[in-house]
């Protein structure tokens, strides 16, 4: 107790006080008031930091569960887009697939919007348009190549966890960054 006083003292935030305003330290001894007050103090700041972290937590899950909706829907995009380039444009007479893709194309923008809502970061936001983008440019057919969403996809999956866990190094099976330095 007494170096956790003596570096209050020295840091000036005067919760000990050196004047016998709520009480004095002598002899690298406070009184019962001191300690009281002292201990309350720590029990907020523990309590806030409880709080920041329970926050984030649930922040973090929030955010996952939409990301995870996100890449559910990109997924069946991608692959109702590449379906319909293979069979010649997609024209099965009633355009059924057509309907199809411009439901999950809906799903898709609005999944994009959730993510826009719960991400932190700008750049997550970012990632995930252009890769909504990507996808609708695929899905109307003028990019239909899956390589080509390789990329963005890569760069949404960085932002994602850039922003689920901001300031962690993200490792790969290789034990090198995850990222192109």
Aim: net charge negative.
């Amino acid at each position: 107790m007494q170096r956790g006083e003596a570096l209050l003292r020295e840091s000036g935030h005067g919760i000990l006080g050196d004047s016998g305003a709520g009480g004095v330290v002598t002899g690298g001894r406070c009184s019962r008031g001191d300690r009281v007050v002292f201990g309350q103090h720590l029990v907020l700041r523990a309590s806030a930091r409880q709080l920041e972290v329970e926050q984030s937590a649930a922040h973090r899950a929030e955010l996952k569960d939409v990301i995870l909706k996100f890449l559910g829907v990109a997924s069946r995009v991608q692959k109702a887009a590449l379906a319909r380039s293979g069979d010649d444009g997609g024209q099965d007479g009633d355009g059924g697939q057509d309907g199809r893709l411009d439901e999950l194309m809906e799903e898709l923008w609005l999944a994009q919007a959730e993510i826009d809502l719960a991400a932190r970061t700008e750049p997550m936001r970012g990632a995930t348009y252009r890769y909504a983008f990507r996808l609708a440019e695929t899905a109307r057919g003028d990019d239909a190549d899956a390589a080509t969403l390789r990329g963005v996809q890569a760069e949404f999956m960085d932002a994602a966890y850039d922003d689920l866990w901001p300031g962690r190094q993200r490792v790969t099976a290789a034990g090198d960054s995850g990222r192109n330095a």
